[in-house]
């Protein structure tokens, strides 16, 4: 519930509300934060200012290189979960991964035929413990589209720092080394937990951002800039939150 608060679009209604409430009182200083409400909502919502906050994120990591396959000692391909398309009425109600959970899992599918490594995905039910998991989830889609068997199951976990607990759990001391999958602005946060949980790890990051638009066009703001911020921002925050708390 936080979260939705300090993160777009959230911060921004918050910062609106308080212009108005300051409005009748302090007009200088609600103007003040009209101002710098429209600044920040404009600057998130450029391909500029989003493709810089996820590219620094993403900079010290780079794609898996498999065609040196001999030199990746990994024992599994571990794949974070990414979220759920709830009841998803075009699969008669079932639910599905989300679309960056997809994304995840086309990307560890390729490195399964690529390697053949054994997989395992984590990832529990966050709000519900009765509802299905996602590693269950996964491991049904794994199954039924891509014809690979989830050998390792990791499904009651509702953070990125319970995936690495819970999966080391879960592996017992079958497993040191793993090639972790996830998207490129997520892997610091994801692999400080792993490695944190005792794995060596390897990076195995997909979906990298690039600049593909025209100067002119990078300062145009769009919706879809402003989610990718909001990636970015939820990233920032989440790792200051688990090096206070976990870390």
Same mark, same amino acid.
């Given at each position: 519930?936080?979260? &939705? $608060? ?25 103007? *003040? ?5 429209? $600044? ?12 810089? &906050? =996820? ?9 898996? @290189? ?35 959970? &997809?994304?995840?899992? *086309?990307?560890?599918? /390729? ?7 054994? =997989? ?45 607990? @819970? ?12 090639? $972790?999958?996830? /998207?490129?602005? /997520? ?30 066009? @990078?300062?145009?703001?769009?919706? @879809?800039? =402003? ?6 921002? /939820? ?8 090096? $206070?708390?976990?870390?």
């Amino acid at each position: 519930m936080i979260k &939705l $608060l300090v993160l777009p679009p959230g911060i921004n209604l918050v910062l609106l509300l308080f212009v108005g409430v300051l409005w009748f009182k302090r007009r200088t200083m609600s103007l *003040l934060l009209l101002a710098f409400t429209f $600044l920040l909502t404009y600057c998130l919502a450029t391909p500029f200012v989003a493709s810089k &906050l =996820l590219q620094h994120l993403e900079a010290e990591f780079e794609p898996l @290189n498999i065609s040196e396959r001999d030199q990746i000692k990994a024992e599994a391909i571990v794949v974070l979960g990414a979220g759920r398309h709830s009841q998803a009425a075009e699969f008669s109600g079932k639910d599905a991964p989300s679309a960056f959970g &997809l994304e995840r899992m *086309l990307y560890a599918a /390729h490195l399964v035929k690529q390697l053949q490594l054994p =997989l395992a995905v984590a990832g529990g039910a966050v709000f519900d413990p009765k509802m299905e998991s996602e590693a269950s989830i996964m491991s049904r889609y794994f199954l039924e589209y891509f014809h690979i068997i989830t050998r390792w199951q990791e499904g009651s976990s509702r953070n990125t720092w319970e995936n690495a607990i @819970n999966s080391g759990k879960t592996f017992g001391k079958d497993v040191s080394t793993i090639l $972790l999958v996830t /998207h490129s602005w /997520h892997m610091k946060r994801a692999k400080a937990c792993f490695e944190k949980a005792g794995f060596t790890v390897i990076p195995a990051p997909t979906r990298f951002s690039s600049d593909s638009l025209p100067v002119a066009l @990078n300062l145009i703001p769009s919706a @879809n800039a =402003l989610s990718k911020s909001t990636y970015a921002l /939820h990233e920032y925050i989440g790792f200051l939150w688990y090096r $206070l708390v976990y870390f």
